[in-house]
């Protein structure tokens, strides 16, 4: 049990709380902010409604045996103005369990959304901040090199995503890095996360490489362009969409189209056919072939 000297100092705060304040001031050098009312508060730190905070991940790097840097990772797709209240209880946590220098790490689909969650977290004390790193797709690495994609996979993947319409070699590492994936379930994720992403040109030039280096989606990519053509031409004309796609695939792979291939492709209506050439485009040795 704490004895006298421990507690009657806290008497005479507790008689006297607007005291603290004037200590405070004066240890830190700084003014607090403007009050009427100084209050005793519980003295308990438990939330009286417990909550659990929970990160969206962590990681912690391990040297020897021992933990030497943790990092907490945040995703955030949209504007939330509590987590300058959480990410600190997060960084803290994670620092206390794992007992290391932690970092906080948030990714933001848009460079907008980045910048406005870029900032320093205070927590009181001037010198007591949280600096979140906030990384954009701007700040995102970007990655052409076909080895380190292979190394890294996954990097290749972001870097495709927030960079293809600008860099299209981001793409040519990404087939590259997704060919050293096995599980197919995981690939095709992988893929559909960056083709959601992309702009038109980027995407067409992802679909070409697709179909043209990895003959093993062959089929699959087919029926992804046949069933992305059924999907616009409710919108805009089934057949005028299948044949687009046609077109699409064949540009894609650096197949010439003739005129004459051109106007047959474009005068068909019947969708059934449509559908056929858009799964031979993907692998026909001309455009004469979709015919045979």
Request: hydrophobic share 40%.
């Amino acid at each position: 049990m704490p004895g006298e000297e421990h507690e009657i100092p806290l008497k005479l705060l507790r008689n006297a709380p607007h005291v603290v304040p004037a200590l405070l001031e004066q240890m830190t050098g700084h003014p607090l902010p403007e009050h009427h009312e100084v209050l005793l508060s519980s003295t308990e730190c438990t939330d009286s409604k417990p909550r659990a905070y929970t990160a969206d991940g962590a990681i912690v790097l391990r040297a020897s045996g021992r933990n030497v840097t943790a990092v907490v990772i945040e995703h955030q797709n949209g504007w939330d103005a509590d987590k300058y209240w959480t990410w600190p209880v997060y960084l803290t946590t994670v620092r206390a369990q794992l007992k290391c220098p932690t970092y906080l790490l948030a990714l933001c689909p848009t460079d907008e959304l980045a910048q406005k969650f870029n900032g320093v977290i205070p927590l009181g004390d001037p010198d007591s901040r949280v600096f979140p790193i906030v990384m954009g797709p701007a700040q995102m690495p970007v990655v052409v090199d076909p080895e380190q994609a292979r190394a890294m996979p996954e990097l290749a993947v972001f870097s495709a995503r927030a960079h293809a319409d600008r860099e299209p070699r981001t793409l040519n590492a990404l087939i590259g890095g997704l060919k050293t994936i096995i599980d197919q379930d995981r690939r095709a994720f992988y893929y559909d996360y960056v083709l959601a992403g992309l702009g038109e040109a980027a995407l067409e030039q992802l679909e070409g490489l697709m179909s043209v280096d990895t003959p093993e989606w062959q089929s699959e990519f087919a029926r992804t362009i046949a069933a992305r053509g059924r999907e616009e031409g409710r919108e805009e004309g089934r057949e005028e969409a299948l044949v687009q796609s046609i077109l699409s695939v064949l540009n894609a792979r650096g197949l010439t189209v003739p005129d004459s291939a051109r106007e047959r492709i474009e005068n068909c209506r019947d969708v059934p056919t449509l559908e056929t050439w858009v799964e031979r485009a993907v692998t026909v040795a001309g455009p004469e072939d979709l015919f045979t």
